[in-house]
């Protein structure tokens, strides 16, 4: 379980510029303590139920405008989740992931090298 | 205390309007003593258009003077994502700052202020007074300004991809008019409603540059957002005037916004691509400013304010609903079928790809 890949994407995109970014944090190109680092916040952020929760009780639709939306996809093993939330509204679980990934440089569009 | 006081000028209980005078700041509290002073009529005059408008009649015209200055407060984040702890650092009436963010966030309320009343007679963003305010600071290095439902929020830019975002007062005019939309006609965020609220923004954020600047509509830039990115302050995030033109860098690539519907780019990033698609109507919009010419804010300002607040523009509206209602506007306004200025309006539709 320990050695499980772990993989995760996040795509911003919104915002006032409109921009999306991508940044991607495999556990597999992480020196052994910080891949233990995601592996917890990915388990604590436990995108799989969160993904239940959210479709059982989506959030209000929010008033505001030009927020950021972070689709969020989660590879663990063979398992992949996806969950898109916007800031403003991010579930409390899942902001310690999202920081985290945040600090990646960014990756190039998915399917191009290095992506 | 005083960032939860809510619009003076709304009809007050009494112990709110008390708690102002005593422990407002002497802005609020002289505010709230010439309200108190004031004609009781002009109170019931705004109660009594609210409900009209809501019942789909013709507001009564006030006839009164009051309306027509903003309450702006601006509060300093101080690089914290916490506006509930934000620190006010200029109220109305103060003098500039000089912070930058500041005096620009201070400014760009006013300008926006400014042209709703002036020219539209909206007295801020509920049309009826509301405090205006302005968060600066947000963040470390935030890369965005927005509207969270009450108040404006903006970033600081991190320096490398994007300037301060109050450096154009059309992002200032952009973020307010998403309140002026939520308090009309509520268009949902997502696709083509939401590219909708989008162009809106950037409409009236145009407009409040050209306002401020005095500009007839062929001599505007039609910039959203100009010299906000890093390194290349001629270059913007969007044009209205040629979508897909506003930047192209090495840093954030090439402008996709396309300006007409055979460019409509179906996603889910962004909620439906509304920061995108909003080009079409965007270049809707110049076109018919352009097409009437003199100051778009005019006749092609009014004629989209009038559809914004037309009760049959629903918020699930589609750009194809937007422009038919947009024909309407125009001939309520006295140009029937067949005037130019109505077929300035239905040929800007169809240059878009738009058949109305």
């Known amino acids: 379980m320990e050695d499980a ?31 233990g680092e995601l592996r917890r ?44 939330v916007r800031d403003g509204s991010v579930p409390a679980e899942l902001q310690p992931l999202l920081a985290r990934v945040a600090k990646a440089p960014p990756a190039p569009p998915a399917g191009q090298p290095g992506g | ?60 015209d006030p006839h009164v003077a009051e309306g027509g200055t903003p309450l702006r407060t601006i509060f300093d984040c101080a690089h914290t994502q916490d506006p509930a702890r934000a620190k006010i650092v200029r109220n109305e009436g103060d003098g500039a700052t000089g912070d930058a963010s500041t005096d620009e966030a201070y400014d760009g309320l006013g300008d926006t202020y400014k042209l709703y009343w002036d020219v539209y007679q909206r007295d801020s ?23 969270d439902g009450q108040e404006m929020i903006f970033g600081d830019g991190d320096g490398e991809l994007f300037n301060r975002f109050t450096v154009s007062v059309d992002i200032v005019g952009h973020e307010l008019t998403h309140g002026v939309t939520e308090n009309e006609a509520q268009l949902a965020y997502y696709q083509q409603s939401g590219a909708l609220n989008e162009s809106i923004s950037d409409v009236f954020g145009s407009l409040v540059k050209q306002y401020a600047l005095g500009q007839k509509a062929d001599d505007a830039d039609w910039l959203i957002g100009a010299g906000l990115i890093a390194g290349y302050p001629s270059q913007a995030l969007r ?21 007409t519907m055979s460019g409509y780019v179906r996603t889910t990033s962004d909620n439906g691509g ?23 804010w005019e006749l092609a300002g009014r004629i989209w304010y009038e559809t914004l607040r037309d009760p049959r523009l629903k918020p699930t509206a589609q750009f194809k609903t937007f422009a038919r209602l947009t024909l309407r506007a125009v001939q309520r306004l006295g140009y029937a079928q067949g005037s130019p200025e109505f077929q300035a309006v239905q040929d800007a539709w169809g240059q878009v790809g738009i058949t109305v």
């Open chain 1, 5 to 35: 890949p772990v993989r995760v994407e996040v795509e911003r995109s919104g915002g006032f510029a409109g921009m999306v970014t991508r940044r991607v944090l495999d556990a597999a190109d992480l020196a052994p303590e910080e891949a």
């Open chain 1, 41 to 84: 916040l990915v388990a604590d952020a436990d995108v799989a139920g969160l993904t239940q929760r959210l479709a059982e009780a989506p959030p209000a639709a929010g008033r505001g405008a030009d927020r950021f939306q972070y689709d969020v996809t989660v590879h663990q093993g063979e398992q992949v989740h996806h969950v898109t």
């Open chain 2, 1 to 60: 205390m005083a960032r939860h006081l809510h619009s003076i000028a709304c009809i007050l209980p009494p112990d709110i309007l008390e708690r102002v005078i005593l422990q407002g700041t002497p802005e609020q509290r002289e505010k709230a003593l010439r309200t108190l002073s004031t004609d009781n009529a002009l109170r019931s005059i705004r109660a009594q258009n609210a409900v009209i408008r809501a019942t789909g009649g013709t507001p009564l």
């Open chain 2, 125 to 147: 963003i509920d049309d009826r007074g509301l405090p205006l305010k302005g968060y600066v600071h947000y963040g470390d290095g935030y890369d965005n300004a927005f509207w």
């Open chain 2, 239 to 259: 044009s209205m005037k040629a979508p897909g033109t506003a930047y192209d860098n090495p840093k954030l690539g090439k402008d996709r916004q396309p300006g």
């Open chain 2, 274 to 296: 509304v920061h995108t698609n909003s080009g079409i109507p965007n270049h809707a919009f110049y076109l018919v400013s352009t097409n009437i010419g003199g100051n778009a």
